[in-house]
């Protein structure tokens, strides 16, 4: 009924992971410099949970952005016929 993919390729992995780092660094570095400006530790805490949060909805969910490039798996080898010759040996 749905087709939802579930699955990303290698190059996808390695850009959400790297959009997730960049996203959750540069909040971080956003929310202790605003934290430290107004003295307050919540803020800054608030804005890193904002990053951390803005990364997963960007970078868990399989965006098609990140299936860009499947792996083109080998076709399977048929099986011949006669398995005496394997068996013997």
């Not at 800054?44 to 970078?59: E, R």
């Amino acid at each position: 009924m749905f087709n939802i993919q579930t699955h990303m390729d290698f190059q996808g992995q390695a850009k959400a992971e790297k959009l997730s780092r960049f996203i959750i660094t540069l909040f971080g570095i956003v929310g202790f410099i605003w934290g430290a400006v107004i003295q307050q530790f919540f803020q800054t805490f608030i804005i890193l949970c904002a990053g951390f949060s803005l990364a997963t909805l960007v970078t868990v969910p399989p965006w098609p952005i990140y299936r860009r490039k499947p792996l083109n798996w080998q076709k399977p080898k048929p099986e011949s016929g006669d398995d005496s010759k394997k068996k013997k040996k």
